[in-house]
Each structure stands twice: as structure tokens, then as C-alpha cells.
């Protein structure tokens, strides 16, 4: 068997090869992307795609923009890797810009928001010790909310309560409680002396865009207060400016005392990042946890360079801004179209079209006419543009939109 050459390269022959040789993990697309500018992406082929799908909520600034691929290849060519047994230039100032944003704290740097969430969950339980007393194992509990996407390790299987997540690798790490999302008196029914931490998603996002109110995040900060337990805010997704603020948890007017990001923290790069609040930062000592990647020069140029951008060119008041007209738009779309869309719901750029019928026909529908998007939960396509979109490139998937739902029987 000879494998595919960029020269030669078409989706039909990838597609082969990884039918012979790729593992069975994912229910690939029938196209393979070859290039991308902006939001646009480029197959095989050479049709072109409206990309609103950002890599799952990962190319903050579209693709291969001029500033960050210049100042990724520059660091390509001056140092990629060293270890963190060494200090790293681009990591500190990286660090510093964190906390900028999150307050008071520390900053541990690892590659992905599964990582990033595993770390979070061996903290709460350092908590619990030192909440306990020094007494390991009594208290290490961690209570998420229903329908939750934490990663794909046993932590954070153990921490999603969704049967296709933990099928088939029973049994799961103990230590979980669950409770309904945005309802806090079911938060405060799970909590025992045995619990350590508060874990939520400020939107979930693999299960379909689902919003965590402010009352409801005030309300759980407020139990952890009383209760002695860290408040763990997962904003893979959902953070890094999505939404219009840094960090999506902000629309509430709350700080938790821990944070994991990833996905668009790096504009493509991986790259994951766990802050912790002053108080709880160093419940971690030397040798207690590690990665040999984590935080390396290359990643961090591509974090720093994701964040000079989007300071340099305003994108949080970019999608303050032009969110208000884009969601307008999909409203009346689904008023226009309601036998197939039961409503939108999200923040920013970071939104939900509700489908009566399985999203997966329509999400086949919008690729075939241009526009990539993905799916969320059980009845959601999620739209996840660039924060570099334009106006215009909004409308266009509106319209897109439009066209295939106004073509398509019931």
C-alpha cells in the first residue's frame, strides 16, 4: 500500500488509507481539508468551505493568519523544545497575561483540555486532603452536572455523566457526584463532607450549547464558599473570547478558583492551561505532577501570538459587537423555518441552532452547500466561526442556512 502524497492527494485516497490503516476513533467527514485562509478552507478538490466549525472552537484567528504564522515560524527557527526543566521566556510572559486576565494565581501549562481538566481534578483532591486535615481519602469527591463534557481521560470520563463517554471502560474512577445543570438546589442536595470541589462548564458545549445562567453560577459560588469546596470552571470551549468577554464565566460576574482552557488558547497549535487562585496554588509541589510538552516554546509563541492579536485588533468588541445583528438573523431564521428549527441558544460566537430532526442530514445539507458546522448534543448544530469573522461572513451562513432549510421537505 503507498501512501498519499501532497502532490497527489485526494479525499477518496485518504479516505483508503485511513480505512486500512487509521484507528476506528472518529466518524470522518468524506472530504479531506488541504488549505485554509481565514475562514475559509479549501478541500482536495478544491471546493471551498465557510469553515464555522474553528477546528471545534480552536482557530480563534480563522486560518494561518499573516501575524501568528509569522511569529510561529519565527520561534520554528529559534527554539521549539527544551523541557520545563528549564525556565521558558514566551511561558513566563504567557503566564503573566493569564493571570492578568484571571487574577491572582498561578499558571500550569500542559497540551489539551483533557490534560488541563485531569489536573484540575488531582487538585481538588490535594484540596480535599488539606480540607480533611491531612487525611488522604476523605475527602476527594467532585461534584459536574449532568450532560458535561470534561475529556476523554478516566478523570475526566469519570467526570462526564454520558453513557457513549464511559461505555466499555468500566469501572470508572470513584470520586464523581452529578446534579442537574442549572439547578442549584440539586448542586446543594450532593454535597457531603466528602466533596472537595464544584466542577461546571460555563457552556456546555458538546452537549449542545447549553448556557449556565448567572443566578445559577453566583449561586454555586456561593455554596462553595460555605462549604469550604473549590469552584472549578471548565472553559475549554467556551473561553479564550468566544463568548465576548475572556473568559465566559465573566457574563456572571464571578471568579472561580481554578480554571481549565485550551482549544483556542493556541489560534491551532495544542496547547493547555490550567490557572489556579492564590490559596489553592501551591497545593501542587516539584514532582507531584508534570508533562514533557507542556507550555514549550513553540506553543506558547502560538498562545502569545493568538493574544497579541486578538488585542491588537479589538476581537472581544468584535464579537460584542457583531453578535447582537448575527443572532437576530438565526432567530428569525428559526421563526422562518420553525418545522425544522425549534429555537437558538448561546453567547457570542459561540451558538446553537435547535433541530427537530437529527442534526447529522442537516449538518451533511449546510457542507454540501459550503458551510461547515458541527453537532452538539442529541438535537444541536453548533456555529462556531472565527473571532475574526467578518459581518459578512456571518450573513453568508445565514444564508446558507436559509437556502437548505427552505429546500428541504419535513
Not at 482549544?263 to 508534570?290: M, N, T
Not at 445583528?325 to 451558538?351: D, I, T
Request: proline share 4%; with cysteine; charged share 20%.
Amino acid at each position: 500500500m503507498k501512501s498519499v502524497t501532497a502532490s497527489k492527494v485526494t479525499s477518496k485516497k485518504v479516505a483508503k488509507v485511513y480505512d486500512e490503516v487509521g484507528m476506528k476513533t472518529y466518524a470522518s467527514l468524506p472530504i479531506s481539508l488541504v488549505r485554509g485562509e481565514g475562514s475559509m478552507v479549501w478541500d482536495a478538490e478544491g471546493r471551498r468551505y465557510l469553515d464555522f466549525m474553528s477546528g471545534i472552537a480552536v482557530n480563534t484567528l480563522g486560518h494561518c493568519h499573516p501575524e501568528w504564522v509569522r511569529k510561529v515560524r519565527e520561534q520554528l527557527e529559534t527554539l521549539v523544545h527544551v523541557s520545563n526543566i528549564f525556565h521558558i521566556p514566551g511561558q513566563a510572559q504567557l503566564a503573566a497575561r493569564l493571570v492578568e486576565h484571571a487574577g491572582p494565581g498561578r499558571v500550569f501549562f500542559c497540551n489539551s483540555g483533557a490534560e488541563a481538566n485531569e489536573f484540575l481534578i488531582k487538585l481538588a483532591r490535594l484540596w480535599g486532603r488539606q480540607k480533611s486535615a491531612g487525611e488522604e481519602g476523605r475527602c476527594y469527591k467532585v461534584i459536574t452536572a449532568t450532560n458535561a463534557f470534561h475529556g476523554r481521560t478516566f478523570g475526566g470520563m469519570a467526570a462526564t455523566p454520558q453513557a457513549k463517554i464511559q461505555s466499555g471502560f468500566a469501572p470508572m474512577l470513584p470520586g464523581f457526584k452529578h446534579a442537574e445543570f442549572n439547578d442549584l438546589a440539586s448542586f446543594e442536595a450532593q454535597i457531603d463532607e466528602e466533596c472537595a470541589a464544584i466542577m461546571l462548564e460555563t457552556i456546555q458545549g458538546e452537549g449542545g450549547i447549553h448556557v449556565a445562567s448567572a443566578e445559577f453560577l453566583q449561586g454555586i459560588r456561593d455554596l462553595c464558599d460555605r462549604h469550604g469546596l473549590m469552584m472549578i470552571m471548565d472553559e475549554v470551549q467556551c473561553g479564550l473570547g468566544r463568548t465576548g468577554k475572556f473568559f465566559a464565566y465573566e457574563h456572571a460576574g464571578v471568579t472561580p478558583d481554578a480554571i481549565g482552557m485550551a482549544k483556542g488558547l493556541g489560534g491551532g497549535f495544542p496547547i493547555g492551561a490550567a490557572w489556579v487562585a492564590r490559596g489553592y496554588d501551591e497545593l501542587f509541589q516539584p514532582g507531584s505532577h508534570g508533562t514533557t510538552f507542556g507550555g514549550s516554546p513553540l506553543a506558547c509563541a502560538s498562545a502569545n501570538a493568538v493574544l497579541d492579536v486578538m488585542e491588537a485588533d479589538n476581537l472581544l468588541d468584535r464579537v460584542i459587537v457583531q453578535s447582537p445583528a448575527w443572532h437576530n438573523a438565526l432567530k428569525q431564521l428559526a421563526e422562518r423555518h420553525s418545522q425544522h428549527v425549534a429555537g437558538m441558544r448561546g453567547l457570542g460566537y459561540h451558538v446553537a441552532l435547535v433541530m427537530r430532526t437529527d442534526p447529522a442530514a442537516w449538518i451533511t445539507r449546510f457542507r454540501e452547500n459550503g458551510l461547515l458546522t458541527v453537532r452538539g448534543g442529541n438535537d444541536a448544530i453548533r456555529l462556531m466561526p472565527p473571532l475574526t469573522a467578518s459581518a459578512t461572513e456571518l450573513e453568508n451562513a445565514v444564508d446558507v442556512i436559509d437556502f437548505v432549510l427552505g429546500t428541504t421537505n419535513a
